[in-house]
């Protein structure tokens, strides 16, 4: 393949996750260029993250679940055959053959072939509407069989009739195709043969627990059930009912089967190689199959004694054959199969001897049945070392005990197990060899020589220098914790003051200036300002806390911000109420509440734009700007546009910018709900507010999301019985899906969450901290800003309802409010000695029918053929 | 109340030729913020600072090449009272013109990350302002 002849032949058959991961550390150690790869994948895409398959169904797009850097496929010393399964090997002459029969030869043959979604042998497991969850495309049929299930179940007068899931089999898998189907709209009833759900994971009195969590979500639990058939209906021949051991019968229009994996080794078999008893190739602890040339990693290898259906052991597999592969020794470190489910709402995870079969091991348990929690440590004889635990509806110990895993805990061991606040558990300091990052495997002690020895001084910093925390994420309350006491130990100082003048976080002051009720920036700095180093009083602010002050005074409610001190403390945008350009000149955008506009208001628009020579463009937010107003120009441009009917944007401010939406159930056949309508009374009611940084809506009449209102902060999505809202999406340098926040809202309800969750958000952000990364770090992530906001579980839902209610009350049209005041219109002179002139040093070229400002070339060879004052006509 | 005062300039031209220009009323000038005014060909930026002292700079903002500095914040550092530039927020003290935080950028070609001051002086409540 390659001319220098030095390269070896390394052929992987598989392209799941553990594929990829072994793949990308052989790339990123192979540093020398020993091993030319070649993979081959089944499937017709690249890897992807199956763990989080169940999110497919929100986002229905699989290059979302990309996994890693998609640059690694273009790597020369990778070869990716997609859609291009491996059929034979021949060990005598290091080949194998894949499915066009072509044969490739190897040195080294790594089997990452995964395993199947196990079907039982139940009579009628073959009938249309039976599934299983295992791929993308298992997903995607699930996902159109649903659809079209509901669509036969609609009647003409617009009636629905539900469609009825079941899933077999309530371990992991199972809850998540639960949950899959209740996404798709579907009813679900998870029918489990053993004693409780997730048997393997959890104890009974954790079962329990989570059954009753599970029916909170609107599923249905069947435990000790056997399924003894499947039965078609009579008219369609699709799955109909289901009958049980027990002789009781459950009415379906789908079925989920997930009653677990089997390792996929038909290969291995036919070559000839060692399996073991209950399947998959036998390998050692250096991953070695029973021919030395041949490694098997992830499910398909069985170590130990056993296949491991979890995919963080299958990476340490990945890692071990890596360092094998480069003349390494190392050594699978054993499984840890701790699992944390990522249903939403319901909190359950376990790790190490979750049943405690440890001889001896004595349990500890802590169980709130009326809030469905149960929380169980089990400790050696001695109480002292941790060998396992389960948690259940509040499973947010876990992440900071499960490192600690045969390690001794300080305390008393019931302290760990305490609600949050109840109890005050001892502080835990992990051992360097816990493991934090189990995706990854980053242990303590790598997250602590990023920052000693890398010199990360954050977060993010520490996630791209060791990778913790960039698969599932549940650890990076873990990672950031002790990054920071490092940080602190290192003599760096974590700091969340705003600046040199507030030793305050954004929130903090916040809070500070609405309880004592301030009004002014200097009563505010003269109250809670701090003198800073060499200064010999608090200052005057800077151009850090002053917009931030600003923007509390705002959202606070204190008149316009342009008045008295107020306008020392705005950012040139919002001072000019304009959007500053790099010439110097602003840009102007009326508010098109929805996108919508009159044909008279888009001639006057059009009218303003020609006079005043303004270069024009549409918005992403359904918006006209129209650039390269000066500052004189402004309060005779908003003249025009007052005098129509327009009213400011607040394109320039962080503030509700938009709220886009798609034409609705007005004008399109698709359309089941009024989203113009919609996004018209959120954008006149949410005008004006201001925000830690900028917000934008959206509103789609229907699942088709033609408004994209999941790349907004807040999301409206219509359904046949009302609204979904999702929040925290955005587009930009980190675009963001939005999540799920509530369901099936009535026009009311829609409101009141929104207030709700933005004025959480004003009041509790922090600067510049848009709603996707303020969800990640506010108290309970989601969970908790659901909580607070459909349940009122810090009591402070009236007050937000009523801070919202003032704000609606008191908003006035900033630009109308400046026309009206002489002394603000004064701020918009070009020059204090000559207020109308312009600023001569402007220039323009013509391109396209419009102006844009000159480079410095076109400035330097004379081609301008226009300075700022020639085309204004006004 | 009038308030005079001259303060020694990083680049300013030399005291020996300045030509004196009355510019404008301190009442003119918004306190705490900065006015553009024009002299001549040149551009200057005012700034009132809260004790009524009257700085001026060049009103071209060495990193973005516009003439803008006027819109920028004023502030203190350490005490120093300070100019945040409203294009890409390099931070200049108001004391010696010098650019304190580049932020990250640096300036266009041929410009230097500072700012020229030029003297100042208000009497009688009336701004003037010394160019070449």
Known sequence: MDSSGESRRLVVVGGGMVAQRFVEALRARDTAGTWQVDVFAEEPRKPYDRVALTKYFEVRDPEELTLGDPALWDDPAVTLHRDCAVTAIDREARTVTDRLGRVHPYDELVLATGSNAAMPPIPGNDLPGVFVYRTIDDVAALRGWVEQKREAGTTAGGFVKPVRGAVIGGGLLGLEAAGALKALGAEATVIEFGTHLMGVQIDLGGGHALKRLINDKGIGVRPQTATSAMKPHKRTGHVGHLEFGDGGRLDVDVVVVATGVRPRDELARTAGLEIGERGGAVVDLACRTSDEHVHAIGEVACIEGRCIGLVAPGYAMAEVVVDRLLGGEATFPGADTATKLKLSGVDVASFGDAHGRTEDAMEVVWADPAAGVYKKLVLSDDARTLLGGVFVGDAAPYASLRPMLGSQLPGDPGAFLLPEGGGGAPALELPDDANVCSCNNVSAGTIRAAVTEHECTDVAGVKACTRAGTTCGSCLPLVKKITNTELQRAGITVSNALCEHFELTRAQLFDAVRVADLHTFTEIIGRFGRVPEGADGPGRGCDICKPVVASILASLGNGHILAGEQATLQDTNDHMLANLQKDGTYSVVPRMPGGEVTPEGLIVVGEVARDFGLYTKITGGQRIDMFGARVEQLPDIWRRLVDAGFESGHAYGKSLRTVKSCVGSTWCRYGVQDSVGMAVDLELRYRGLRSPHKLKLGVSGCARECAEARGKDVGVIATEKGWNVYVGGNGGFTPRHAQLLAEDLTDEELVRTIDRFLMYYVRTADRLQRTATWIQDVEGGLEGVRKVILEDSLGIAADLDEAMARHVANYEDEWRAVLDDPEKLRRFSSFVNAPRTADPTLAYVPERGQRRPATDEERASGVIIAGPKLEVRA | ?132
Not at chain 2, 32 to 55: H, I, M, N
């Open chain 2, 1 to 132: 109340m009038s308030v005079t005062q001259e303060q020694p300039a990083a680049a300013a031209p030399q005291t020996d030729d300045l030509s004196w220009e009355r510019v404008c009323l301190l009442s003119d000038l918004f306190p705490e913020r900065g006015s553009a005014a024009l002299l001549g060909d040149t551009q200057v930026a005012l700034f009132r600072l809260p004790d009524d002292v009257v700085v001026a700079t060049q009103q071209l903002d060495p990193f973005s090449g516009a003439n803008v500095m006027s819109r920028g914040i004023v502030g203190t550092r350490a005490g120093v009272p300070t100019v945040a530039a409203p294009v890409y927020k390099q931070v200049y003290s108001l004391v010696t013109g010098e650019c304190l935080d580049t932020a990250g950028y640096s300036p266009r070609p041929g410009r230097e990350p500072r700012l020229v001051k030029y003297p100042v002086e208000v009497r009688d409540g009336v701004v003037h302002v010394a160019v070449q």
